[in-house]
């Protein structure tokens, strides 16, 4: 290879083709900018987590547990208590309602007693400053977080009623351990002295409470004092959370949030990747002649290969340059757009490592697309100089076949590192070159329907510009690709995010079931129907619930499952939770018998083991089946049963759904609550009658479902507003890759269009030409693109989010209006010569490629 | 010295039909320095021969040795740096390079010499001003290849053939683009720097003033060499 003339030739053309490179590099840099803001966004996030764990922890340790910790392990924490070795603290968390003695609101809460010296790393800012001590040593004093005092309409000073006890709010938490995001929305927090929660009445048998234990020690003695204990945590369902698991929570579930959104920059980056291939493709065209010359001159195809390579390699270079300056931009600002799902505070810094990803997605998303096109430009033979025409019959090549094969496996490949999961990367990869190929199909397609369109009487310049789609050197292919794939991704996530938003609308319209009451003991239903009959918010549905342990499954006792090290993530999880099982004779409207049989509806026959009924996932993740035999614990009695059936539950429906049914026999008497969904249209009303029914009953919890919903809402408008900003990274790659189509088609159809007008054509006439080619580019990559979105939107509506399809019709339509006008715009924007004499417009158009 | 034996050129045409013969059986030999035109009407395989003796396409039957290289045993990549080292070209069309100035175009052969023979940046660029200034293009060394006449441009294409010192030189056509005051001092300069330089030349032409001026005329029709053998038999 003759490295002196690759680069005088690299450098050469770079400074003829500086402007068209800008153009098709900037294709790539918006994709780049995205993935690099994600990405740097992501990094300085792992590394505040990790700086802060301890801190969000509050110890070096907590145990967690749905019961108190036994005598035993309560004995062994306060010798070593005692000895000072492991000092501990508890927090005692469980949800109640709230009520609001002066402006009579009331509100779900996330409760919190606490004691002793948590926390033990960090601190709790309040305000005003310097509350937490204080509120461990009062009975009565409560600190809660700003947002319960604004939907509650109340203030600091104001009486907090948390079942039979009033507490009094000395103020508010700026900052504690734990993360908190959009839960506060929800469920705000409010903290209470430890010793208070028992006077509250709000912990009865079968309550959700959780109970923390917070220790602080060095890490190799707590590490021991693990180990001895570990069997007995396990056997107890104890919760172990350390400062490495709880970094290790807190950065995956961060990391799984950018790698979504990161997906989205992805689509940009692929569609740039089009956007360049298609501009390669033209710019390569325009040098075949060129190429010819330097290959007739003595330049070996290698010279010629390394030459334009690195061109290439320069465009991909300067893309991921331009790509991660404006990567550190959107870096910085993506916090402000998902502030509220940051687990941390976070100061906005320059990733290198962002950057050099950056810059290496540049290069190697500029090989793989562009490399095919300079390839062409390797096998240009060198006779092409003496006669322009001469074009051996293509060989089918082992390097092109091994090209497509490397660019699907890099599609792949970044598609997996990109992606959550591995299924998640290889859905994405095969969705998108499902897509592209569908594109591909539907531009040949088009192609070969309108060579066989008889257009005798129409108009030269109709005929012209039709036939400009299928003739030698078209362009449809490419546009169709390009254009017709920045609006199926464009759309496609406008008509998603358009059916979900809806979904949540219909949620929320007041003929939907909006109150939510659980809690409800057995002497309390009949008056609670009652009341809420009177009030005209008539119970929907109800059903008990009791709780209860799993003891046995496979044959072996849960506690001799839990002492093995290496088991299943998810066999472990339904082996260690608290179970919510129900009962009822006959299967719920939401629920579809998959495997096995229900039992009789008046009951299973007697002295046989009690037929169960199972969600098919959760036997999946136990590993049983139909007749498979099941021991639960329920409140401390043992219950043999066998799974009779599985379900098919349709979670996504407002009903009462459990993962296990027994028949009503067997449970009817096992200590339990009611769960039960009603509907009143008023919120005012709403709100009176959960005032009502707190003060009445004070242990049952209430959830307004548009309260909720709003919350949720806020959190997908947060999310929905990242994905459209990344989206307009892929929208605005769908425009440049527009204009560099327009251009690149512009600089083809020059020389005969300025032909034609030698011979005789108007410029009125080539401009009616060159438009009907735009325009009916445009159409069918409108069409097809938007067709196809409409398509996979529906999948995914379907098939991922499983909700009704709505296409929101008339947004598509102008969508692809919205192309095709654009198309229009820019492809008759330039057409072949303006007012220039075609003598003078000739000589520059042949001057081009070569003289 | 151009040795070529039995030449044959045939295309192939669509499914059925019999290939299409361009060249049939052409024997050929030049000796270094000397001047051969090839003569012909359209269609005779004039440019044909020209591209199988300069190793731009490979025979159908035949065989071609140049400066003592059999072309046929060599790769693609081989008769082209067979070429960069001791072949030139003058194209018919000019064939310039639309994005390199004059002084660019004419470094292009000498940025493709083999290392042995390779020019400093500094001589390169000496020997291509001097090549210009040669041509009478001294005033125009940085236009672009638009901003130049046909004249002017193949002057530049003449620049360029003898920049990297060609022992053999392929002109197609040389002055066929050009009126015929331009064409004739064209082709005075090129025959001048071809007796200067002592390079064997090969000229395929129309131009009958260019081909009395050779050492040898061969007339092709029909893809076979008609039987005349001086310049002036042949015109």
Request: with cysteine; glycine share 8%; hydrophobic share 50%.
């Amino acid at each position: 290879m003759n490295t002196r003339f690759a680069l005088a030739m690299a450098r050469r053309e770079l400074r003829t083709s500086r402007r068209r490179l800008l153009l098709y590099g900037s294709c790539m840099a918006l994709g780049i900018a995205a993935l690099v803001g994600l990405h740097g966004l992501r990094a300085t996030l792992l590394d505040a987590i990790d700086d802060q764990a301890r801190e969000l922890l509050g110890a070096d340790l907590r145990l967690s547990s749905r019961t108190p910790l036994s005598e035993a392990l309560e004995n062994q924490l306060a010798a070593l208590e005692r000895s000072g070795e492991l000092p501990a603290a508890r927090i005692t968390q469980f949800g109640s309602m709230a009520l609001a003695t002066r402006s009579g609101l009331t509100r779900l809460t996330d409760i919190r007693g606490v004691d002793g010296d948590f926390p033990f790393y960090g601190r709790v800012e309040t305000e005003p400053p310097g509350l937490w001590q204080p509120l461990v040593e009062r009975n009565d004093a409560a600190l809660v977080d700003s947002s319960l005092l604004l939907q509650l309409d109340i203030g600091v000073g104001d009486t907090l009623a948390l079942g039979d006890s009033l507490f009094r709010i000395i103020g508010t938490i700026s900052k504690a351990p734990g993360t908190i995001g959009l839960r506060t929305q929800i469920a705000p927090r409010v903290f209470i002295p430890r010793s208070s929660v028992a006077a509250t009445g709000l912990i009865r048998p079968g309550s959700l409470v959780d109970h923390h234990t917070y220790v602080a020690a060095p890490a190799a003695a707590l590490e021991t004092w693990l180990e001895s204990h570990r069997a007995s945590f396990e056997s107890a369902r104890v919760r172990i959370q350390t400062v490495a698991s709880y970094q290790a929570d807190l950065g995956r579930s961060f990391t799984t949030l950018t790698r979504y959104l990161g997906l989205v920059g992805l689509v940009a980056l692929a569609l740039g990747g089009v956007g360049v291939a298609a501009g390669v493709r033209v710019f390569v065209r325009e040098k075949l002649d060129a190429v010819a010359v330097l290959r007739s001159l003595g330049a070996s195809s290698t010279d010629v290969l390394a030459a334009y390579g690195l061109l290439a390699m320069l465009l991909g270079a300067g893309a991921g340059v331009a790509g991660s300056a404006l990567g550190v931009l959107v870096q910085a600002a993506l916090p402000s757009l998902i502030g509220e799902l940051l687990p941390v505070e976070i100061e906005a810094r320059v990733e290198p490592l962002a950057i050099a990803t950056g810059i290496a997605l540049g290069l190697w998303v500029t090989s793989l697309f562009a490399i095919g096109p300079i390839f062409e430009l390797g096998r240009v033979p060198p006779l092409r100089a003496l006669r322009r025409d001469f074009n051996p019959t293509p060989r089918p090549r082992p390097t092109t076949a091994a090209l497509a094969g490397l660019l699907a496996l890099s599609l792949l490949a970044v598609s997996v590192w990109q992606a959550p999961s591995t299924p998640v990367g290889i859905g994405f990869a095969a969705g998108l070159a499902a897509a592209l190929a569908l594109l591909a199909g539907a531009a040949r397609g088009a192609a070969a329907l309108l060579r066989r369109l008889r257009l005798g009487a129409a108009p030269y310049w109709l005929r012209q510009g039709i036939a400009n789609l299928f003739r030698p050197r078209n362009h449809t292919l490419a546009t169709t690709v390009a254009i017709g794939f920045g609006l199926f991704l464009v759309a496609t996530l406008h008509a998603v995010h358009h059916n979900v938003r809806q979904q949540m609308a219909i949620d929320a319209r007041p003929d939907r079931p909006n109150l939510v009451v659980f809690d409800v003991q057995r002497d309390q239903l009949a008056p609670l129907e009652a009341l809420l009959d009177e009030r005209g918010a008539p119970v929907l549905d109800l059903a008990p619930i009791v709780s209860a342990r799993l003891a046995g499954v496979r044959g072996r006792d849960t506690s001799d499952w839990l002492r093995e090290a290496e088991l299943d993530r998810d066999f472990r999880w339904a082996l260690r939770r608290e179970y919510r099982l129900s009962y009822h004779d006959e299967p719920r409207d939401t629920e579809t018998i998959v495997a096995g049989a229900w039992w009789p509806t008046e009951g299973p026959p007697a002295g046989l083991s009690t037929p169960i009924s199972l969600d098919e996932e959760l036997a999946g993740e136990l590993g049983v089946e139909v007749g498979d035999r099941m021991i639960w614990d329920v409140q401390g009695v043992r219950l043999e049963t066998t799974i009779g059936s599985l379900r098919h539950i349709d979670w996504d429906r407002m009903a009462p759904n459990f993962f296990v049914v027994f028949p009503s026999a067997a449970l009817r008497d096992a200590p339990q609550s009611t769960f039960l969904i009603a509907r009143h249209p008023d919120p005012d009303a709403r709100a009176a009658l959960q005032r009502d029914i707190v003060a009445q009953f004070p242990n049952v919890s209430i959830i307004d479902v548009t309260v909720m919903l709003a919350a949720i809402d806020a959190m997908h408008r947060e999310m929905g507003m990242a994905v459209q900003v990344l989206s307009l990274f892929t929208l605005a790659t769908g425009f440049v890759i527009l204009v560099a189509a327009a251009a690149a088609a512009r600089s083809e159809r020059q020389r005969e269009a300025l032909l034609l007008r030698t011979l005789g054509a108007s410029s009125h006439t080539v401009r009616l030409i060159i438009a009907t080619e735009a325009v009916a580019l445009g159409a069918l990559a409108a069409s097809v693109g938007t067709g196809l979105a409409a398509l996979a939107a529906w999948a995914v509506v379907r098939l991922v989010f499983e909700l009704p399809f709505d296409p929101p019709a008339l947004d598509l339509v102008g969508l692809a209006l919205g192309t095709l006008a654009l198309c229009a715009l820019l492809g008759a924007g330039g057409s072949g010569g303006g007012g220039r004499s075609p003598l003078a417009a000739l000589r520059e158009a042949e001057t081009h490629g070569v003289t | 010295m151009i040795l070529a034996r039995n030449l044959t050129q045939r295309y192939p045409r669509a499914e059925g039909e019999r290939p299409l013969t361009v060249l049939e059986g052409v024997d050929l030999e030049v000796r270094d320095g000397e001047v051969v035109a090839i003569l012909g009407p359209s269609g005779s395989g004039k440019t044909t021969l020209l591209g199988l003796l300069a190793g731009l396409d490979q025979p159908s039957e035949g065989s071609v040795r140049l400066e003592g290289q059999c072309l046929a045993e060599l790769n693609e990549d081989a008769r082209a740096a067979l070429r960069a080292e001791c072949v030139g070209f003058v194209f018919q069309s000019f064939q310039l390079l639309s994005t390199l100035t004059a002084l660019e175009n004419v470094l292009v052969p000498l940025e493709l010499l083999p290392r042995q023979r390779a020019l400093s940046a500094a001589a390169a660029e000496r020997r291509a001003r001097e090549l210009l200034e040669r041509v009478g293009l001294a005033a125009r060394l940085d236009h672009y290849p638009a901003q130049l006449s046909g004249g002017e441009q193949q002057r530049v294409g003449i620049a360029r053939a003898f920049a990297n010192e060609p022992r053999v030189l392929f002109a197609d056509e040389p002055t066929g683009n050009l009126d015929r005051e331009t064409g004739l001092e064209v082709a005075e300069l090129l025959l001048d720097l071809n007796r200067e330089l002592g390079t064997t030349l090969i000229i395929v032409t129309h131009d009958l003033v260019l081909a009395q001026r050779s050492d040898r005329v061969i007339r092709l029709e029909a893809g076979r060499v008609a039987p005349a053998e001086t310049a002036e038999d042949a015109v």
